[in-house]
């Protein structure tokens, strides 16, 4: 629950940089303070790592900066309720494929319902590209619960979201500079990124990792 009031409230304070440094400019600053902040606090061990450890860890990364960049251009383009609406097509899905019960389905499909029926996805122009962005980042979205629960199994605490992290940031720090350039020295991106790595990042990708441990 704290994760997923952390992450909404961090996408819409996001979305007051969007417009200056662009989605993978802003996705940057969110997965690399999140980065520092994380390897500050955890310290993660880099030796002993096995390849195949290293390997989900760097598909983790790759997950992160796809699902966050994929939600901010979404944004562009879509209001915040109808991208989240579409968007939650990823946990719903892994929620409905991952049951057992018929009763477990019932009720992904009832919050499905009551998703729609809180969002303003009637009488809103759904331009394509913003719908096939936020489906994009809802597909990745159910890799990152998946890979986030793989990888919590195999590197304890928080060693392996720090990592990822930082493989997040490595990926999207060239296209960044590419695409926001100078922009990415203002002091109101900076600040704002801060708190959106914090709200957005940090807070709730560590809480789902720790509650992946005891939860399916």
Same mark, same amino acid.
């Given at each position: 629950?704290?994760?997923?009031?952390?992450?909404?409230?961090?996408?819409?304070?996001?979305?007051?940089?969007?417009?200056?440094?662009?989605?993978?400019?802003?996705?940057?600053?969110?997965?690399?303070?999140?980065?520092?902040?994380?390897? $500050?606090?955890?310290?993660?061990?880099? #030796?002993? &790592?096995?390849?195949?450890? !290293?390997?989900?860890? +760097? @598909?983790? %990364? =790759? *997950?992160?900066?796809?699902?966050?960049?994929?939600?901010?251009?979404?944004?562009?383009?879509?209001?915040?309720?109808?991208?989240?609406?579409?968007?939650?097509?990823?946990?719903? $899905?892994?929620?409905?494929?991952?049951? #057992?019960? &018929?009763?477990?389905?019932? !009720?992904?499909?009832? +919050? @499905?319902? %009551? =998703? *729609?029926?809180?969002?303003?996805?009637?009488?809103?122009?759904?331009?394509?590209?913003?719908?096939?962005?936020?489906?994009?980042?809802?597909?990745?979205?159910?890799?990152?619960?998946?890979?986030?629960?793989?990888?919590?199994?195999?590197?304890?605490?928080?060693?392996?979201?720090?990592? +990822?992290?930082?493989?997040?940031?490595?990926?999207?720090?060239?296209?960044?500079?590419?695409?926001?350039?100078?922009?990415?020295?203002?002091?109101?991106?900076?600040?704002?990124?801060?708190?959106?790595?914090?709200?957005?990042?940090?807070?709730?990708?560590?809480?789902?990792?720790?509650?992946?441990?005891?939860?399916?």
């Amino acid at each position: 629950m704290i994760s997923i009031v952390s992450v909404q409230f961090g996408a819409a304070i996001a979305k007051e940089i969007i417009d200056i440094a662009g989605p993978i400019g802003t996705v940057f600053y969110r997965v690399a303070f999140a980065a520092l902040l994380l390897c $500050a606090f955890v310290r993660p061990q880099v #030796r002993g &790592r096995t390849r195949e450890d !290293w390997g989900y860890i +760097a @598909a983790f %990364g =790759l *997950v992160l900066a796809g699902m966050n960049v994929c939600y901010y251009a979404a944004l562009q383009h879509l209001p915040i309720g109808v991208t989240v609406t579409i968007e939650f097509t990823g946990p719903l $899905a892994v929620a409905v494929l991952g049951s #057992r019960r &018929r009763i477990d389905i019932f !009720w992904a499909l009832l +919050a @499905a319902v %009551g =998703l *729609v029926l809180l969002s303003p996805v009637t009488g809103v122009d759904l331009p394509i590209v913003g719908v096939l962005l936020a489906l994009a980042a809802g597909a990745f979205w159910a890799g990152y619960i998946l890979l986030s629960s793989r990888v919590g199994e195999r590197v304890s605490g928080l060693s392996g979201l720090a990592l +990822a992290l930082v493989a997040s940031a490595a990926v999207t720090a060239i296209p960044a500079v590419a695409t926001a350039g100078t922009t990415l020295l203002d002091p109101k991106v900076i600040g704002i990124g801060l708190v959106v790595a914090l709200m957005a990042s940090a807070i709730p990708y560590g809480c789902e990792l720790e509650a992946l441990r005891s939860l399916t």
